[in-house]
């Protein structure tokens, strides 16, 4: 959940005024890819698996960041690692470090007598377990608040039961976040069909939902504010895109905004907030305009560049649509960094999003995209077998997988999770599609939860400091 600094009280008299904001990071931030994984966790419970109360999440993460660890607690139950960014051209490092890092998240979860959820979507956690065991805190309270008076009431289950992976990349220029983006819809359809990690079960519901992915389902019910941005469909330049996205958080709904005093004021289903209604108030502050832009929840989505000081330095892409799993760290990493940022393997992707019709201008591609993401979305129990483009979601994975071990055909510390992400791609066999044969009911999968050994230690020790030797 991503928190703004209160004290940034410099207005934001125009969009005009706003394009300041959006100048390339210093060079030492270039081309960075840093790696964001939410790990829901759960234990065996007297009828159905229990997930951590608010008490213990703390522990843990208290444990973690005291160790220098870069650790974050979601609404509920749910354990978020951070990597620091790196070089894409390290990515093979990174991928060595992430996988050693999240040992140390599970060694200490395991430690408080809890697992690791292999799901994006716990299949027995109910909203209401949720909020029973939220670690509550001022942004959600008040986020919960909005969404329960304003919004449909599905979308709660978004912030309280859904989790994933998240990769992001600095841009060196406004062309180059242009092209980032692009790829990044364009790649969206594949990462959700080859990163679903659904049980087909949610909410403790009796029902089957293998014929849509979930997770991908629920943001939708943001409106304007999820999916494919409508500032990014409308551009075909890099300076449109640019105005076209700041017009987008001057607009979109806000659940809350900050007061001079730091206090909050909050939306109500009479009087929704937007950025351009906070001028009228005087409340046009940047930070309210961080703020708002974090309510942009898009698949590919405008985030802020911070320094070591947490000072804002520039913008960044975040890739947002693989769910969270066990191979999904790794193998969304390998995925984005090889076709994301700029490089000769992403023009190469280039050159294959135009066998299969794309042009690269978003607004030429608008219903070609919608299109793809709404096919792997409502896939119906095909998975990865829907069209794309004017072929096939699963030829265009086999194509991307050329590519991908292509890339990093020389990294050998991480064949083992190339050959994975190969594997899937090849195959179209993602863990929502195997676990649709292994799972038809909501008892099967709640009899392997429950069946889940967990050993704590009678005291939780705390891992060594992440910089030890």
């Known amino acids: 959940m991503t928190d703004v600094k209160k004290d940034k009280h410099t207005l934001i008299q125009s969009e005009e005024q706003a394009r300041a904001l959006y100048a390339p990071p210093p060079a030492g931030f270039h081309g960075k890819v840093g790696l964001e994984v939410e790990m829901p966790l759960y234990r065996p419970g007297a009828q159905k698996p229990d997930i951590p109360p608010p008490a213990t999440m703390a522990q843990m993460h208290k444990i973690l960041k005291d160790a220098g660890y870069d650790a974050q607690l979601e609404p509920a139950g749910v354990l978020e690692y951070a990597s620091p960014p790196v070089d894409v051209r390290d990515v093979a490092k990174l991928i060595v470090q992430s996988k050693s890092d999240i040992a140390t998240f599970e060694k200490v979860i395991g430690e408080h007598g809890y697992a690791r959820a292999p799901f994006a979507i716990l299949p027995t956690t109910t909203p209401q377990d949720a909020l029973d065991n939220k670690v509550s805190r001022e942004r959600l309270e008040a986020s919960l608040a909005v969404l329960a008076e304003v919004y449909p009431p599905g979308l709660s289950n978004v912030p309280l039961l859904t989790t994933g992976v998240q990769t992001s990349f600095s841009p060196k220029s406004d062309e180059e976040m242009f092209r980032m983006a692009y790829r990044g819809y364009a790649l969206t359809p594949l990462i959700v069909a080859a990163m679903n990690s659904s049980s087909g079960f949610a909410v403790n519901d009796d029902l089957r939902r ?11 019910d943001y409106g304007t504010a999820g999916g494919i941005s409508a500032a990014f469909l409308k551009s075909e330049t890099p300076e449109q895109f640019i105005r076209n996205h700041i017009r987008e958080v001057f607009d979109t709904p806000m659940f809350f905004a900050y007061r001079e005093d ?11 907030l937007t950025f351009r ?20 929840y898009n698949d590919i989505k405008i985030a802020n560049v911070r320094d070591s000081e947490g000072q ?13 799993g066990v191979h999904q760290p790794a193998s969304t990493l390998l995925l984005t960094t090889a076709l994301i940022p700029d490089s000769i393997t992403a023009q190469k992707f280039d050159n294959l999003l135009k066998d299969y019709g794309f042009t690269g201008n ?6 070609l995209l919608q299109a793809a993401r709404k096919n792997a979305v409502e896939h119906k129990g095909r998975f990865m077998n829907v069209p794309f483009g004017n072929g096939s979601l699963r030829d265009f994975a086999a194509d991307v997988a050329g590519l991908v071990i292509a890339h990093y055909e020389r990294d050998r510390a991480v064949q083992a999770e190339v050959s994975k992400l190969a594997e899937v791609l090849l195959t179209g066999d ?31 020790k705390a891992p060594a400091p992440k910089n030890a030797a």
Do not use: C, M
């Open 362 to 367: 978003p607004k030429q591609d608008a219903a």
């Open 430 to 460: 993602s863990d929502a599609k195997l676990n649709a044969a292994k799972y038809k009911t909501l008892a099967d999968v709640t009899r392997d939860l429950q069946a889940t050994v967990v050993k704590p230690l009678p005291t939780p």
């Open 210 to 220: 293998d014929d849509v992915h979930l997770r991908t389902k629920y943001y939708e």
């Open 277 to 296: 209604k906070l001028i009228d108030l005087g409340l046009n502050t940047l930070t309210n305009y961080e703020l708002a832009e974090t309510f942009l």
């Open 312 to 324: 804002v330095v520039g913008k960044r892409v975040e890739i947002r649509a693989a769910d969270s």
């Open 262 to 272: 730091g206090s909050l004021l909050r939306s109500t289903k009479d009087n929704v």
